[in-house]
């Protein structure tokens, strides 16, 4: 069974750090690539990061390279993202999700190839 449960989000003012959590089930944890993506009112749904199994690399949006970083742990069955020097145009909420390893790193780029999703997390950054 697929699940995944956000927290972490916050506001805090530019230049700020949050670090994000996934909490996954087993099975999704060592079955699946697992993301993060955000949206704002605005703007539609963007992938930000993804992560696999270790050695399967990562994936980082080029808006985030440099400030983000995505890891995982596996005691917790957690994947966490790591927000850096927080700009305010990175305000959004920010929903973990899970998608099959058969899926291409083109597919994955965007939203529809991700079948399951968390609840979101907001994050507001003030300037």
């Known amino acids: 069974q697929v699940q995944l449960v956000e927290s972490g989000g916050g506001s805090v003012q530019t230049g700020g750090s949050l670090i994000l959590s996934c909490a996954t089930s087993?099975?999704?944890?060592?079955?699946?690539?697992v993301g993060w993506f955000r949206q704002s009112p605005d703007k539609e749904r963007e992938v930000v990061a993804t992560?696999?199994?270790?050695?399967?690399?990562?994936f980082y949006a080029n808006s985030v390279k440099g400030r983000f970083t995505i890891t995982r742990e596996t005691v917790k069955n957690t994947v966490y993202l790591e927000l850096n020097n927080l700009k305010p145009e990175d305000t959004a909420t920010y929903y973990c999700?899970?998608?099959?390893?058969?899926?291409?790193?083109?597919?994955?780029?965007?939203?529809?190839?991700?079948?399951?999703w968390g609840q979101g997390t907001r994050v507001t950054v003030s300037s």
């Open positions: 087993e099975y999704t944890y060592r079955t699946h690539y």
């Open positions: 992560i696999y199994r270790p050695g399967a690399g990562t």
């Open positions: 999700a899970a998608t099959s390893p058969r899926t291409t790193p083109h597919e994955r780029e965007a939203p529809d190839a991700w079948p399951y």
